[in-house]
């Protein structure tokens, strides 16, 4: 599903997912198809129920089909995998043929896929593979406008937890084919100190507090990252040993100010911008040289990709 090396920001906050020198890529394919495999089950469940009534009740059974996916506006593709294995769960005798990689962008109307088999199995399948490749090509494609506009820059766009329930595994695989980078994929793959957490700390020293907790409780391995409002309270996690910081509803000007004193503390700890982050927005937050720059819209807000299947019954 996800073509290449895997696009990820090295923080520490994702160990969960092995690294490219441990797994192999067919042991990473399997492990990745695992946790999404029952999505589609689901997914099949929900359309297809007891039965698809109007394709039993209309098409002949012997009737044959061949198909075309059509990308009908111009987009990053995702999904092609998922589509395939759609298809091939109602029916294993349907021939998928991907035309297009997963990541790729195409123009509109251009071919991605051709379907072929029993016409009854590729109608019943026809909806969930669709759903799964417009909302995946969606992603994938608001992702690529955004890190666009990083081009030139040291800044990395990074994704959220703001995801469809059951959907996250495959929505950051779509991040990843618009060229987006992956943040934690859950809360037990990194030490995320948010401001509800400081306060239900409370006290003065809340930030150096949680950022000493944190180092004492949590695994060597992980990265502690915490998230600031003020440059005071920046200071005070950059006195405090962060790893990362999260810089929330900043401004650009303050995000600059933040960069330059981190630099004068240690350039190694990553600062990260979130919230407020718009796609017009983008280009002037890189430019303060943020090392990251999160935004929940990739997912959240992105609109579906306009693909259908056109089918030639024979």
Known sequence: MCEG??????????PA???????????????????????????????IGAGDITTLATVPAAAIAEGTILAKAEGVISGIEVAEFVFQRVDSSIVFEALVKDGQRVEALTRVARVSGAARSLLTAERTALNFMQRLSGVATITARYVAETEGSVSHVVDT?????GMRLLEKHA???????????GLADGVLIKDNHLAAIGGRNRVTEAIRGARDEAPHTLKIEIEVTTLDQLDE???????VVMLDNMSNAQIAEA??????VDGSILLEASGGIVLERIRDLASTRVDLISCGALTHSAPSMDISLDLDIR
Do not use: C, S, Y
């Open 175 to 185: 991040v990843q084919h618009g060229g987006g980078r992956n943040h934690r994929f």
């Open 237 to 243: 996690a950059l006195a405090a040993g962060a790893d």
């Open 5 to 14: 090396r895997e696009a990820r920001v090295n923080t520490g906050l994702t």
């Open 17 to 47: 997912i092995v690294g490219d020198d441990v797994m192999t890529e067919e042991t990473r394919g399997v492990a990745r198809r695992r946790g999404w495999e029952a999505i589609v089950e689901l997914a099949l469940a929900e359309d």
């Open 161 to 165: 937890r703001k995801t469809t329930p």
């Open 259 to 264: 960069v330059a004193r981190r630099d004068a």
